[in-house]
């Protein structure tokens, strides 16, 4: 069996009227790389330091190894918090900041040195013990910070966004580093911060937070790719929301059958009634397709958008009374361009047999029901060095941002040009 | 500011001739009368001579008083940053009020301090409020004998210089980053040992800055010791006055003004080398 190392039951803080930690319980398991996700004041700070006992909770409860932390300080708690400002002690040198925690548990001195070579090795310090701190660079402070937390061996490291005051390049390869001395000490880290990519990088599990309160916990990707609501699909990455006006099922039998039978969302309701009534019907379709069931979204504008959703998923739409302020969401690295067929047929062919011809679509693809495939105008073209950023403007689907790599594929791509474009029907995530 | 005075060097000129008028001119005249035997005046030979500050050195009664001063203003200096610490940390730390307690801090600032010393007159003398609240709770018998003494001028001292401790205290105290104290406890400090060696350390400077705004100004003060001190409680600063106004022997005078000048300055010296000031100054060009 798993072991949580730190567990929260229904915890609550207030400051005054504003509820900064809205009855939050969430469970950490041990050695794992936890992240605290959400904007700011969504109360990620509050909640890391609750756990490491620098201010007490209003209701709940904190358990760290099984224990509760009820009126028990930050000295007396297996926690160490690396702080935002790091807040290195200035009139110490690093070694004096490195031992200190050491020193006040009144280490043996051979023992002191022992660990502060071990973990002078792990940071990547060793050789600057004399230095002052003014005199290191703000990776260097960074890792002195971390040295000092980790020095006394916590069972937690509480991390408050300590790599926000860093400049980007060095920032990315901090994460790396982070996430190397974690696998390597072994030791739980709890990290907060309000940088999406940094949390998607590091992390075996994140929780998106807002409003005091938890929205989803996941691994990374189970957030990325599958966010529960709109907030974390909006807050983790950059995303298309098209409004829909209604939905409508898919003929009930195979897809790609032409005959397709539109119905309203209130047909739906009374099949969900039904199938309550009755079992299954036994079909010799695959499980998958049984789980899963196709539907038609009829967007504000009118265009159509098919989509493969879980049944459980579609029933707790049909539940809803009305189909207002339904979205349907998808990223813009989901959606696959291709060239016009009728633009430049020749090069076209060139790209598939040079190889690059993955974007041919055959007529068979498009008919198959399996994409959905559209015709648009490109509006704008951001280059972006590794990525190209594009906004598509289609009838069907209305305006939609779409990215893709920077292959020679795309160079040509001008604003104004005609494209066509397509998603599979499993992408994307309908909101209600 | 600094661009303006940049692009515009003539702007420097008021402030300099304020300067050199009010500073440099007397420092220069207390500086030539100190080494010579006369007035300069025409007709008189003027002569150079040492012998102003022999005199110091040779009578007894000089000595005394020099060592009495010191002792006066080291133990004002002493309490005063006993007292402004807690006053400052509170102010820096535990309150969000401190604008407006720095301003109440300063309101007896606005009456003059030769009044409040007067004031401390009514209050310590033999019946005064003290002795008559003592007597009347019959804790003494006879009227205690505080004014005149050098208690009353030290207590006087500490009255008027204290908030000139408070300020540059509660300056530093207030820019140690509250997290410092955090991650000193985080790290397994008990609270009173993550005082010492944060927040204590940390406004050392403060303290020396502080130090030398009361010891300088304390060594030399007259008026205090004047108004609250009996004979055997003078300080230098009354000598110097009445060898100017009284005497009339300016030259003694400045060599004594001169004498008390490179004390304060020596002491200051020695207690920033013992305090390791320079070390604290480089750690804190954060």
């Known amino acids: 069996m798993e072991k949580y190392i730190v567990e929260l039951k229904n915890v609550v803080k207030k400051f005054g009227n504003f509820t900064a930690v809205d009855n939050i319980s969430l469970k950490i398991k041990e050695g794992s790389f936890f992240s605290l996700l959400g904007p700011s004041g969504c109360g990620k700070t509050t909640t890391l330091r609750m756990i490491g006992g620098f201010i007490d909770t209003d209701k709940g409860d904190i358990l760290i190894d099984s224990s509760n932390m009820k009126g028990v300080p930050p000295n007396k708690r297996s926690t160490s918090l690396v702080f935002q400002n790091l807040a290195l002690f200035p009139h110490m040198n690093v070694k004096d900041n490195i031992i200190y925690g050491?020193?006040?548990?009144?280490?043996?001195?051979?023992?002191?040195?022992?660990?502060?070579?071990?973990?002078?090795?792990?940071?990547?310090?060793?050789?600057?013990?004399?230095?002052?701190?003014?005199?290191?660079?703000?990776?260097?402070?960074?890792?002195?910070?971390?040295?000092?937390?980790?020095?006394?061996?916590?069972?937690?490291?509480?991390?408050?966004?300590?790599?926000?005051?860093?400049?980007?390049?060095?920032?990315?390869?901090?994460?790396?580093?982070?996430?190397?001395?974690?696998?390597?000490?072994?030791?739980?880290?709890?990290?907060?911060?309000?940088?999406?990519?940094?949390?998607?990088?590091?992390?075996?599990?994140?929780?998106?937070?807002?409003?005091?309160?938890?929205?989803?916990?996941?691994?990374?990707?189970?957030?990325?790719?599958?966010?529960?609501?709109?907030?974390?699909?909006?807050?983790?990455?950059?995303?298309?929301?098209?409004?829909?006006?209604?939905?409508?099922?898919?003929?009930?039998?195979?897809?790609?059958?032409?005959?397709?039978?539109?119905?309203?969302?209130?047909?739906?309701?009374?099949?969900?009634?039904?199938?309550?009534?009755?079992?299954?019907?036994?079909?010799?379709?695959?499980?998958?397709?049984?789980?899963?069931?196709?539907?038609?979204?009829?967007?504000?504008?009118?265009?159509?958008?098919?989509?493969?959703?879980?049944?459980?998923?579609?029933?707790?739409?049909?539940?809803?009374?009305?189909?207002?302020?339904?979205?349907?969401?998808?990223?813009?690295?989901?959606?696959?361009?291709?060239?016009?067929?009728?633009?430049?047929?020749?090069?076209?062919?060139?790209?598939?047999?040079?190889?690059?011809?993955?974007?041919?679509?055959?007529?068979e693809d498009i008919d198959s029901k399996e994409i959905n495939f559209y015709q648009g105008i490109i509006e704008s073209i951001i280059f972006e060095g590794p990525d190209i950023r594009l906004v598509i403007n289609s009838n069907q689907a209305g305006r939609l941002k779409a990215e893709v790599k920077n292959e020679r594929f795309f160079l040509g791509l001008t604003v104004g040009s005609s494209i066509d474009f397509f998603w599979n029907i499993e992408e994307g995530t309908v909101f209600f | 500011m600094s661009q303006l005075l940049k692009n515009n060097k003539k702007l420097i000129y008021p402030g300099f001739l304020w300067f050199l008028f009010f500073f440099i001119f007397p420092l220069t005249v207390i500086l030539v009368y100190a080494f010579i035997d006369n007035f300069l005046r025409s007709g008189t030979d003027v002569n150079f001579t040492f012998d102003n500050f022999l005199i110091i050195f040779q009578r007894k009664h000089y000595l005394l008083l020099l060592g009495r001063s010191i002792r006066i203003s080291l133990i004002t200096t002493f309490f005063s940053i006993a007292f402004a610490y807690p006053i400052?940390?509170?102010?820096?730390?535990?309150?969000?009020?401190?604008?407006?307690?720095?301003?109440?801090?300063?309101?007896?600032?606005?009456?003059?301090?030769?009044?409040?010393?007067?004031?401390?007159?009514?209050?310590?003398?033999?019946?005064?409020?003290?002795?008559?609240?003592?007597?009347?709770?019959?804790?003494?018998?006879?009227?205690?004998?505080?004014?005149?003494?050098?208690?009353?001028?030290?207590?006087?001292?500490?009255?008027?210089?204290?908030?000139?401790?408070?300020?540059?205290?509660?300056?530093?105290?207030?820019?140690?980053?509250?997290?410092?104290?955090?991650a000193a406890l985080d790290l397994g400090a008990s609270k009173s040992r993550a005082f010492f060696d944060i927040i204590l350390r940390l406004s050392l400077t403060g303290i020396f800055a502080g130090t030398v705004l009361v010891f300088i100004p304390v060594l030399g003060s007259f008026a205090i010791p004047a108004i609250l001190g009996g004979t055997d409680s003078m300080m230098i600063g009354n000598i110097i006055e009445s060898q100017f106004i009284e005497v009339g022997n300016w030259n003694f005078g400045s060599a004594f003004t001169l004498t008390l000048a490179l004390i304060s300055l020596a002491m200051i010296f020695i207690y920033s080398k013992f305090f390791g000031l320079q070390s604290i100054y480089k750690n804190q060009e954060i």
Not at chain 1, 219 to 231: A, G, L
Not at chain 2, 117 to 131: M, Q, R
Request: charged share 25%.
């Open chain 2, 88 to 182: 400052a940390y509170f102010l820096a730390k535990k309150t969000k009020y401190d604008k407006i307690l720095i301003v109440a801090l300063m309101i007896p600032f606005w009456v003059n301090y030769l009044i409040r010393t007067f004031a401390w007159k009514l209050i310590i003398s033999e019946n005064g409020i003290i002795n008559k609240i003592l007597t009347s709770l019959n804790i003494i018998d006879e009227p205690l004998r505080i004014l005149y003494t050098e208690f009353a001028v030290i207590l006087g001292l500490i009255y008027t210089h204290t908030p000139m401790m408070i300020l540059p205290l509660y300056a530093t105290i207030s820019r140690i980053d509250n997290s410092l104290l955090e």
């Open chain 1, 102 to 363: 050491l020193k006040k548990r009144k280490t043996p001195p051979d023992i002191i040195n022992e660990k502060l070579k071990r973990i002078l090795n792990i940071v990547n310090l060793s050789g600057l013990e004399h230095r002052r701190i003014t005199e290191l660079s703000g990776g260097q402070q960074q890792r002195v910070a971390l040295a000092r937390s980790l020095i006394i061996e916590p069972e937690i490291l509480l991390l408050d966004e300590p790599l926000a005051n860093l400049d980007k390049k060095l920032r990315i390869s901090m994460q790396y580093e982070l996430k190397e001395i974690q696998k390597r000490i072994g030791t739980t880290f709890l990290y907060v911060t309000h940088d999406q990519g940094e949390a998607l990088a590091m992390s075996d599990t994140i929780a998106v937070m807002n409003d005091g309160k938890i929205i989803q916990t996941g691994s990374p990707s189970e957030i990325y790719n599958h966010p529960s609501d709109i907030f974390v699909a909006d807050f983790i990455g950059a995303g298309n929301f098209i409004e829909l006006k209604a939905l409508k099922k898919l003929g009930s039998k195979e897809f790609g059958n032409e005959n397709i039978h539109l119905k309203d969302i209130n047909d739906i309701q009374d099949n969900v009634e039904d199938r309550k009534n009755q079992p299954e019907p036994l079909t010799n379709q695959s499980n998958h397709v049984n789980e899963f069931e196709s539907i038609i979204c009829i967007t504000k504008a009118g265009g159509k958008i098919i989509h493969r959703m879980k049944k459980d998923n579609l029933r707790k739409i049909s539940l809803k009374d009305s189909a207002q302020n339904m979205v349907f969401f998808i990223r813009p690295e989901k959606i696959s361009l291709m060239r016009n067929l009728s633009f430049k047929a020749d090069n076209y062919i060139e790209d598939a047999e040079n190889g690059t011809g993955s974007r041919f679509l055959r007529q």
